[in-house]
Each structure stands twice: as structure tokens, then as C-alpha cells.
């Protein structure tokens, strides 16, 4: 099946923007008019608001004019002299006049203003300062009159009665200028807010319409033929390449179909390699796998062969070690003038014998069986066979050992594996610290644990290897890293955790340790006391 040739379309991205452009400037022009209507809502209020403002000035110059007329009536009516009347009349003229001075500068803000209304709308505002200027000049003629050094009351009363026949006219007048003002502001806002109602009526009309044409006209038809893509995708995913899809205009969604096409294509190609290879692939792995069954039957009956030998080679040596220790003994019991040569050939064969034990006990740890015999453990004796052990290691190593003495401590433990770890790390200080010629055996004693701290005087141990010296197959730094043979940091680990117990070191060490100029080392074990195990 072929479909119909595409025909040559406008870019997607040039319609999609064509319409973006257009809703951005429906948008634009919206923000427009409802800027610059709002700020002219804004311009009408403030001026609505100073309208307002003069009246509250207005009612005040009124309450302090009918103050004014009060006080000076009643002055008059008193026959005060003139330096009194004068006080009393002067100190409300003064708050009288400080208001009108506020009202000539509201005056003058409001014909400042007005300056976009035209020559008309600034006259009007003359006008109110003309009649302002009238009230001042009425008041100070009445003042001038109150204030002459006379007691004749009737001219007096003249002068109040004029006042208050010519004042009162005149604030009117301005109330009600002011009124008409205030009016026909707030009628402009009310003209204003229903132009504004009707263009935001008539622009969301038009971008409704705007934005239907846009989505019904473009986008919609577009969703479709993505949604055909999605499709067609699914099914390529599911491994499905059978499909075609239609190609009506050569766009960007044309040429994402024609891309897509042309994927499934490919990958029905690739697929039929892929299958071909991986038939191939498994016919391989078969083989290896084969392969590797057999090697690995070969490294199992090795290992066993391993095992078996260690035991008959140490069978094989505990027989003759046994009729040495037989012999040794009786040596010993018969002839008495050679009984230290025969206890010293008992204590090598006993030595040996433990050896054979070590031995033992390292085959079985490599495979992974550990096999303890915890029993209550004094740790004095403990340490003093392991000296014992590597004493003649230590003197031909010229380090002097400092042994703290061992309260009578017990541990629970396994006495062979414990004598071994201590054995070994002993050893270990006297490979890599025997330049320190120091070497310390302290008790470690805590509320639930006890063990053994060993200290030397030797170089210590980077930070940055620390983490690294109680991991399997791993060896110090230097000419010594490859010397001795014993369990190790790492099975030492292991046979300690097996305890329960804890091993840590530290380096280097602090100067009030320390035990001479080198940073030194402290390897500390501890185990469950015995004491705190009895308590539980």
C-alpha cells in the first residue's frame, strides 16, 4: 500500500508561530488599553480625592468662621477692652487664615493639574482661588474693624453683621462649585469604568475567538497526526515494525513520520541480524558454560586435594611427635642428670605440636568454617605463652618488651585462635617496628569487655591505608611488606569478630602514649569478660 504523494506545506514552526504572534499582540494590546484605562481611572480618583480634601478644608473654615463670629460677638457683647478683645480674636483668625493658605495651595495643585483639561477646566479652578481671596479679604476687613480702639458697640456689631452677611454667601458659593466638581468627576469614572466594561467585553470576545480559530485551525489537526506517531512508536517499541505511517504534508511532523518510517525499517533489518546473533551468542555461552562447569570441578577437587593434604601431612607429623614427647618424658623420669635437655626437647615437640594445630586451623578458615571452642580464657597465662612463643623472635630482634602486669582477667574464648591473633601480632610489630627497638603488652579492661593492647615504636600507619590493613591480601609498605608467615590482619579480624569482640588500631599515636620519637602503632583486642557474662 502507498500513500499519496505529500504535498509542500508551511513550516509547523513558522504557523504555530504566526498564531503565538498574534495572541502575544491581542495580549499586548489588552495590557494597553487596560494600562492606560486604569491610569486614567487612577488620575480621575486622585482628583475625586482632592475634591474631597477641599471640602473637608471648606467645612472647617466654616466651623472656624461660626467660631470666629462667636468669639468676637461675645467680646463685643462684653465690652472687653481692645488688648483683650485683640487676643481672643486673633488666635482663631490665625488657625482661619492658616486654612485658607491650605486652600490656596490645594487650589493651586488642582489648576496645575487641570492643565490637560484646557483653559476652561483651569479657569474653574480660578475662580474657586477668586473666591477664596474674597473670604480672606472680607475677614481681614471685619478684623481690622474689631480691632480699632473703640467701645462702640452698635459699630461693632456693624462690622460682625457684615461679615456674616458676606462670608457665609461666599463659602456657599465654593461648597457648591466644589460639589459640581465632585460630581461631575466621579460621572466621568462611572463613564469611564462602562468603556472599559465594553472593551474588555469586546477583547475577550475577540480573543475567544482568536484562540478557537488557532486550536480548531492548527493545533487540533496537529494532535492527530502526533497521536498517529505516538502510535506507531508503541508498536515499534513492542518490536512491531510492520506499520506505515501516512505522509500528507512535509513538515515537521511530515518529517518526523517519514523518520519514523524509515526507523522501523531499519530496525526490522536490525532485528533480523540481532536474532541471527543471538542464536549464535547462546550457542556460545552454552560452550563457555561448559567450560566453566569443568574448571570449576577441577578447582573443587584441587581444593579438596589441598585439604586432604594438610591432614595427612599433619597425621603424618603428630605420630613421630608423639613418640618424641614419649620418649622425651621418660628421658626425663630415668635419667635425671639429662632432664633439662629431655623438658627442653618436650617443650620444642609441644611447640611443634601447636604449629601442626595453627596449621590446621588456617586450612579450615580458608574455607570459610570457623570452628571455635569458647572457654573461659585468663588472660595473664594467655599472653604469657604467647611470649613465651616469640620471645627468642624479640631478642634477636634486639626490642626490649614492657610488659604491664594482668589482674586476674578472664575473657570467653577460644585459647588457640586467641594465642594465635596475639601470636601474629606480635610478630607483625616485630617486622615492621623493629627499628623502634620498644615494644608494650598492656590490659585493656572495660565494665563488659577486657582484652590486650600492643604498642611499638615503629613508623605507624598512613590514614589514608588504615582502612585497608584488616582486608584480605593486603601488606604494609616497605622492604618488610613481604616478609614472615602468620594469619594476618584480616583473618585476625575474623577470628576476633567471631568472638564477639572488637579490633582497632591507632596511628599514630598521642606523645604522652607514644613510645619514642617514631609515630608509632597500638593494635587493641577486646572480648566479653567473663565477669560481665556471669552477670547476664
Not at 461666599?170 to 466621568?188: D, H, K, M, P, V
Not at 577437587?301 to 621418660?330: G, N, W, Y
Not at 642428670?337 to 615437640?349: H, L, P, Q, S, V
Request: a negative charge.
Amino acid at each position: 500500500m502507498t500513500s499519496a504523494p505529500a504535498r509542500p506545506s508551511m513550516s509547523l514552526k513558522l504557523r504555530l508561530s504566526l498564531g503565538a504572534a498574534l495572541l502575544a499582540a491581542a495580549t499586548v494590546l489588552t495590557s494597553s488599553i487596560l494600562y492606560f484605562g486604569l491610569n486614567e481611572v487612577a488620575d480621575r480618583l486622585d482628583t475625586a480625592l482632592a475634591s474631597e480634601r477641599r471640602m473637608a478644608r471648606y467645612a472647617t473654615a466654616s466651623t472656624q468662621a461660626a467660631t470666629f463670629l462667636v468669639i468676637a460677638s461675645e467680646a463685643v457683647q462684653a465690652g472687653l477692652p481692645t488688648e483683650v478683645r485683640r487676643e481672643r480674636i486673633l488666635q482663631v483668625v490665625g488657625q482661619l487664615q492658616e486654612t485658607f493658605t491650605l486652600l490656596h495651595a490645594d487650589v493651586e495643585e488642582a489648576v496645575f493639574s487641570a492643565r490637560a483639561l484646557g483653559i476652561d477646566g483651569q479657569s474653574r479652578y480660578g475662580t474657586q482661588s477668586l473666591g477664596i481671596a474674597r473670604m480672606e479679604a472680607t475677614l481681614d476687613q471685619t478684623v481690622r474693624g474689631l480691632l480699632t480702639d473703640t467701645q462702640d458697640t452698635e459699630r461693632l456689631r456693624g462690622y460682625i453683621d457684615s461679615f456674616a452677611t458676606s462670608f457665609d454667601p461666599l463659602l456657599g458659593q465654593a461648597i457648591n462649585t466644589e460639589r459640581l466638581f465632585r460630581s461631575e468627576i466621579l460621572s466621568g469614572i462611572e463613564a469611564l469604568r462602562i468603556q472599559l466594561a465594553w472593551m474588555a467585553l469586546g477583547i475577550a470576545l475577540a480573543a475567544g475567538l482568536s484562540v478557537a480559530a488557532f486550536y480548531f485551525g492548527l493545533v487540533r489537526p496537529q494532535f492527530y497526526r502526533l497521536d498517529a506517531v505516538r502510535s506507531a512508536a508503541d508498536q515499534i517499541g513492542r518490536g512491531d515494525f510492520s506499520g506505515v505511517l501516512p505522509v500528507s504534508r512535509l513538515d515537521e511532523i511530515g518529517q518526523l513520520s517519514q523518520q519514523t518510517n524509515r526507523m522501523a525499517a531499519a530496525l526490522s533489518d536490525r532485528q533480523a541480524k540481532v536474532d541471527a546473533e543471538w542464536t549464535q551468542l547462546n550457542e556460545i555461552i552454552a560452550t563457555r558454560t561448559k567450560e566453566l562447569k569443568q574448571a570449576n570441578a577441577r578447582l573443587e577437587k584441587t581444593d579438596e586435594d589441598r585439604r586432604r593434604f594438610f591432614a595427612d601431612v599433619s597425621h603424618e607429623l603428630r605420630t613421630p611427635l608423639t613418640v618424641i614427647l614419649m620418649e622425651a618424658q621418660i628421658g626425663r623420669q630415668s635419667i635425671p642428670a639429662a632432664a633439662d635437655a629431655f623438658a627442653t626437647i618436650e617443650a620444642r615437640a609441644e611447640r611443634l605440636n601447636r604449629k601442626i594445630d595453627d596449621l590446621l586451623r588456617l586450612a579450615r578458615s580458608e574455607t570459610g568454617q570457623l570452628a571455635l571452642a569458647c572457654v573461659p580464657v585468663a588472660l595473664d597465662a594467655l599472653v604469657a605463652s604467647a611470649i613465651e612463643e616469640v620471645q627468642a623472635e624479640l631478642d634477636n630482634a634486639g626490642m626490649t618488651l614492657d610488659l604491664v602486669p594482668f589482674r586476674e582477667t578472664q575473657v570467653r574464648a577460644d585459647p588457640d585462635w586467641l594465642r594465635q591473633v596475639l601470636v601474629s601480632l606480635v610478630r607483625n610489630a616485630i617486622r615492621h617496628a623493629r627499628s623502634g627497638e620498644k615494644l608494650r603488652i598492656a590490659p585493656v579492661v572495660q565494665r563488659t569487655q577486657a582484652g590486650v593492647s600492643i604498642t611499638d615504636n615503629g613508623p605507624g600507619i598512613p590514614a589514608s591505608r588504615q582502612y585497608q590493613v584488616f582486608e584480605r591480601f593486603s601488606q604494609g609498605a616497605g622492604a618488610t611488606s613481604a616478609q614472615g608467615f602468620g594469619i594476618g590482619l584480616a583473618l585476625a579480624r575474623w577470628v576476633i569478630d567471631a568472638h564477639g569482640g572488637e579490633i582497632s588500631l591507632q596511628s599514630p599515636l598521642p606523645r604522652s602514649d607514644a613510645l619514642g620519637e617514631h609515630p608509632g602503632l597500638r593494635i587493641t583486642i577486646l572480648l566479653p569478660a567473663e565477669d560481665a557474662i556471669a552477670d547476664a
